[in-house]
T-cell receptor, first 111, second 113 residues
Framework: AQKVTQAQTEISVVEKEDVTLDCVYE???????LFWYKQPPSGELVFLIR??????QNEISGRYSWNFQKSTSSFNFTITASQVVDSAVYFC????????FGAGTTVTVRA | ETGVTQTPRHLVMGMTNKKSLKCEQH?????MYWYKQSAKKPLELMFV???????ENNSVPSRFSPECPNSSHLFLHLHTLQPEDSALYLC????????????FGPGTRLTVT
């Protein structure tokens, strides 16, 4: 069974639009960690954020924001005022007793 | 050098060849990982090492053989590969295997002919 589900395979937006990437996870553990990574066309995955299961505060970093809701087992990621440089594959990941990555969402931002 | 480095960046090998991929991390981390990323497929975790001991082996064929001589270096030895093994092989490291984020290398693009 898939532990991390990223339902959106591809999203295409025009520059300056906002884009939200969904991530739903499944775990029985009370202690776990959630992550988002970005993989630009160059191929190297870049860490964006880590959140532990006891910290439900939303976070904003520049144009990026994350919404963690334990009640719905979701950890969604929003890019505000998207730019062409945001074009990449974005992965959500869960680490409870084992590390699991979602299948990724390809974001294309058109000028 | 900083971060996680991988060599070579590109590799073309025949099915009867033997080659090795190298990964080095300069972050003082204790855990290292090998991933396989094929086109249109999810990231596949292959091996996990913690303090030089293999702690996870996800049903990877024996033609892939990992080696972790110390906490800074990780190798993936390849022999008698198949064309379907062509993929991007990514190395990563993290402080520990549980709660910390991973830092990835640039990957080795492997083509098996």
């Amino acid at each position: 069974a898939q532990k991390v589900t990223q339902a959106q395979t591809e999203i295409s937006v025009v520059e300056k639009e906002d884009v939200t990437l969904d991530c739903v996870y499944e775990t029985r553990d009370t202690t776990y960690y959630l992550f988002w990574y970005k993989q630009p066309p160059s191929g190297e995955l870049v860490f964006l954020i880590r959140r532990n299961s006891f910290d439900e505060q939303n976070e904003i970093s520049g144009r990026y924001s994350w919404n963690f809701q334990k009640s719905t087992s979701s950890f969604n990621f929003t890019i505000t005022a998207s730019q062409v440089v945001d074009s990449a594959v974005y992965f959500c990941a869960l680490n409870d007793y084992k590390l699991s990555f979602g299948a990724g969402t390809t974001v294309t931002v058109r000028a | 050098e900083t971060g996680v480095t991988q060599t070579p960046r590109h590799l073309v090998m025949g099915m009867t060849n033997k080659k090795s991929l190298k990964c080095e991390q300069h972050l003082g981390h204790n855990a290292m990982y090998w991933y396989k990323q094929s086109a249109k497929k999810p990231l596949e975790l292959m091996f996990v090492y913690s303090l030089e001991e293999r702690v996870e082996n996800n049903s990877v064929p024996s033609r892939f053989s990992p080696e972790c001589p110390n906490s800074s270096h990780l190798f993936l030895h390849l022999h008698t590969l198949q064309p379907e093994d062509s993929a991007l092989y990514l190395c990563a490291s993290s402080l520990t295997t549980s709660e910390y984020e991973q830092y990835f290398g640039p990957g080795t693009r492997l083509t098996v002919t």
